[in-house]
Structure formats: structure tokens, C-alpha cells
């Protein structure tokens, strides 16, 4: 599933604080720090079956209200930690919902089995040359 950021964007909410990190004096007022809030229930872009999948791999991102929470205090800018963060959910959301391919069991080819036979017939010749044959 290819996600769009827009039609992503109309879905997610934020929360803005104060953050810590570079900005000297400018940390003290403006809040840079991005908490984003996405709900996979409530999301018109997934179909049942990918929220079911959803909520079993990303159950450890949910908060205690069932949101998916992404926090980003990366940068000294408001916006550019908005599209960090959201950056991180559209990575989040298509690695939770990439199938990975059946993995198709090799065989063993025939010239494998043939060593392997004519390596036990020579090991049991071996081992009969050892045997003594008693007379009774």
C-alpha cells in the first residue's frame, strides 16, 4: 500500500510542548517538541483486514486512549518536527503492513543425494574391513 502524506495529514492530530535539546533561549519559549496522535480505527484510508493487522503489529505504539503516538524534539522548528514525525508514521504504518513472502523450502539436488550415498557406502565398507568373520 503506497500512503499519501495529504490524505494522511487530514487524519493525524498534534500536540506541541515545550522541548529540551539546541535552541538556547528559544526552548524556553516557543514549543517545538511534536507528540502526533493518529487513530487506526477511526482512519477512512484502511481496509478491515489491514486494521485488524495494524492494531496486532503496532499494539506496542498505541497509548492508553488507542493512538498511535509518534514524538519528535529532533529539530529547532516546529514544522520540521511535524515532517520528521510524520515521516516516522508513514514508515511505521507500510512496515507493519508489508507481508513477507513465503519462504519456498529448497531440495536437494540429485547430484548432493549421490555424494551423500557414496560417502556412506565407502564409510560402511570401512567398517565392514574391520569386522572379523569367526569360523565356528
Given at each position: 500500500?503506497n ?16 522541548s ?5 533561549q528559544?526552548?524556553?519559549k516557543?514549543?517545538?517538541?511534536v507528540?502526533?496522535?493518529f ?13 485488524l493487522l495494524?492494531?496486532e ?14 514524538i519528535?524534539?529532533?529539530?529547532r ?11 516516522r508514521?508513514?514508515?511505521l ?5 508489508h507481508?513477507p513472502k513465503v ?12 555424494a551423500?550415498?557414496g ?13 572379523k568373520d569367526?569360523?565356528?
Open positions: 500500500m500512503l499519501n502524506k495529504a490524505d494522511l495529514q487530514r487524519e493525524i492530530s498534534y500536540k506541541t510542548s515545550r529540551g535539546g539546541k535552541g538556547g528559544n526552548v524556553n516557543v514549543s517545538t517538541k507528540e502526533l496522535l487513530s487506526i480505527d477511526g482512519s477512512i484510508l484502511f481496509t478491515d483486514e489491514e486494521k495494524l492494531n503489529k503496532l499494539q506496542t505504539r498505541f497509548n492508553k486512549d488507542g493512538l498511535v503516538q509518534v519528535c524534539d529532533e529539530e522548528s516546529q514544522y520540521l518536527n511535524k515532517e520528521i514525525a510524520v515521516e508514521l508513514i514508515v504504518l507500510t512496515n507493519a503492513l507481508k519462504r519456498k523450502p529448497s531440495k536437494v539436488s540429485r547430484a548432493a543425494k549421490l551423500r550415498l560417502n556412506k557406502k565407502i564409510q560402511s565398507a570401512k567398517k565392514a574391513d574391520r569386522k569367526f569360523d565356528y
